[in-house]
């Protein structure tokens, strides 16, 4: 199916482990991006990617690590997760920069 | 500081009418501004994107205005309906063209 897809959809884990949510989309969009999204603080950008094996830190990059050798592929990953990393976390595309993005249905990640 | 404003309250209004939610910005100057429209538990859908050398734009029952002398974007739903019941986001871009949020405003049409 054509689309955004996040997974896992729900991860429970602990502090200082490392976890890795995955983004797939299937439209060949240039740019890919991460955000997080907490009571209180709205949508906040984590990193984003204007192409494969290009990417940039947003607003809250400490703590976490992307990478994106394939166009379609951006996972995320949270080296040594802490308890201030519990938040539920989007994946969005875009085929350009004055494009609407398109949203993931989200990864609910609680660190315990 | 740099700052996007949404109404935190929730907007209540009778099935009919027309919604209008507000977003008011401070020290950014962005190209354009979108809307997105977000279900409980769901990710935000792109409604609505308007640049700064327009005025309106429509599309179907949802009207957005935007006035860089203001700061201030407007986002309006005709004739609303219980199903318009979500939160409702704006997203501006920034000088280096990432894509910054506001908080959302809740709708809440009543039947």
């Known amino acids: 199916d054509a689309g955004i897809t996040q997974s896992p959809r729900y991860k429970i884990t602990e502090t200082g482990r490392q976890v890795t949510l995955m983004c797939h989309q299937t439209w060949s969009h240039s740019y890919m991006f991460w955000y997080r999204q907490d009571l209180g603080h709205g949508l906040r950008l984590i990193y984003y990617?204007?192409?494969?094996?290009?990417?940039d830190k947003g607003e809250v990059p400490d703590g976490y690590v992307v990478s994106r050798s394939k166009t379609e592929n951006f996972p995320l990953t949270l080296e040594s997760a802490t308890r201030s990393q519990t938040s539920v976390y989007f994946c969005?595309?875009?085929?350009?920069?004055?494009?609407?993005?398109?949203f993931g249905s989200g990864t609910r990640l609680t660190v315990v | 500081s740099q700052k996007i404003e949404q109404n935190s309250e929730a907007l209540n209004i009778q099935e009919g009418k027309t919604a209008t939610l507000t977003c008011n910005y401070t020290n950014y100057s962005p190209a354009y501004l979108q809307w997105y429209r977000q279900d409980p538990g769901r990710g935000p859908v792109f409604l609505l994107l308007i640049r700064e050398n327009e005025k309106e734009k429509r599309k179907e029952r949802l009207k957005v205005t935007f006035d860089t002398t203001l700061k201030q974007s407007l986002f309006h739903i005709t004739a609303s309906q219980p199903a318009d019941s979500a939160t409702y986001l704006c997203a501006l871009v920034d000088s280096s063209y990432k894509l910054i949020f506001g908080s959302g405003t809740r709708l809440l049409v009543r039947p």
């Open positions: 969005a595309s875009s085929e350009s920069r004055g494009s609407g993005y398109t």
């Open positions: 990617s204007a192409a494969a094996d290009i990417t």
